[in-house]
């Protein structure tokens, strides 16, 4: 389509040529470059930042799990070591009787 409009007539406001037209519209693509430029320039440096808050998240969250299974053997082994107790105890009741 742009071919089209870029080999139109001339414009009778500006008495400009389908020749100026092309250059003007080739100034508005190289514009329109440069904002995709940006945007794109945008939207990686949204994407890298998003990267580094998940990495960052994902950090914690391993601490956190890690943190958490450590919590759970030491609860495991101190019920182990008191279940091992009431076991002695109990055994101990019933060398008596």
Known sequence: MHGMEQTSNPDTRTGATSEEGRKRKRLSADGDE???TTIQDQLIE???????MLSTQLE???TNFRL????RNDHMNSLVAVLD???GALGRIADKL
């Open 85 to 87: 107790k009431l076991a």
């Open 60 to 62: 914690a969250q391993n």
């Open 34 to 36: 440069e904002t995709n």
């Open 68 to 71: 958490d299974r450590e919590q």
């Open 46 to 52: 949204v994407l890298e930042r998003n990267g580094r």
